[in-house]
């Protein structure tokens, strides 16, 4: 790999990007020894930026560092699992009640059409879990609510380093579709308190899947 060549954002943060979709794509697998000095060899840089940049992963909780013997991608247990899905489930829950009371026809109407692409998506994984991302990221967009959208943002990359293990259980992909169609229709019909019970019920059933 050449040289990494900096652009108006810094240099860590190009590499932190590209350190996450080494993570996400196992490349880096849970538990995995993260190599230093191969890593800035492979970039063209110093350790510096790359130090830099394990310190934000580590922020992250994708990347778990441990005194004098460097850095490993975070190993995600079931405690902690359980934990980032009950998090996301309060969070995003209430999100979906504010939407359903609050958003405007066009917004819902975005929900909507992005329902429709994870449908014709069912058979294809990689695609299903992309839209679906799209999905819950423009369900908290509407929401309007900053804060909330970091908090959720950091607990999904935490999330995906076992994202696979629940998806890929047989017959999870059609399940998490009818979750997904039952909370659409409840938007839909401007039901906050069923908006909150089916993105629970979703998140639930998803943690289930993932155990």
Do not use: C
């Not at 810094?10 to 590209?18: I, Q």
């Not at 423009?138 to 995906?160: G, H, S």
């Amino acid at each position: 790999m050449s040289a990494l060549t900096l652009t108006p954002r810094a240099l860590y943060e190009e590499v932190a990007e590209l350190l996450r979709e080494r993570i996400f794509s196992s490349q880096l697998s849970p538990g995995s020894w993260i190599d230093e000095l191969k890593l800035a060899e492979e970039y063209g840089i110093s350790r510096t930026p790359l130090r830099e940049a394990l310190k934000v992963l580590a922020t992250e909780g994708l990347v778990t560092m441990k005194v004098r013997r460097g850095a490993y991608v975070t190993e995600v247990n079931a405690k902690d699992q359980r934990d980032v899905y009950h998090l996301l489930s309060l969070l995003e829950s209430d999100a979906a009640g504010v939407v359903a009371s609050s958003a405007t026809d066009a917004q819902l109407q975005d929900l909507h059409e992005l329902h429709r692409a994870l449908e014709a998506a069912l058979a294809d994984t990689d695609a299903f879990f992309e839209i679906n991302e799209r999905f819950h990221m423009r369900l908290l967009e509407i929401a309007d609510n900053r804060w909330r959208d970091q908090l959720v943002a950091d607990l999904r990359k935490v999330m995906k380093l076992n994202r696979h293990n629940s998806l890929l259980k047989s017959g999870r992909v059609a399940e998490s579709l009818r979750e997904h169609q039952a909370l659409m229709q409840a938007l839909l019909a401007r039901d906050a308190a069923l908006s909150v019970q089916r993105m629970r019920e979703h998140f639930a059933n998803g943690l289930d899947a993932a155990g």
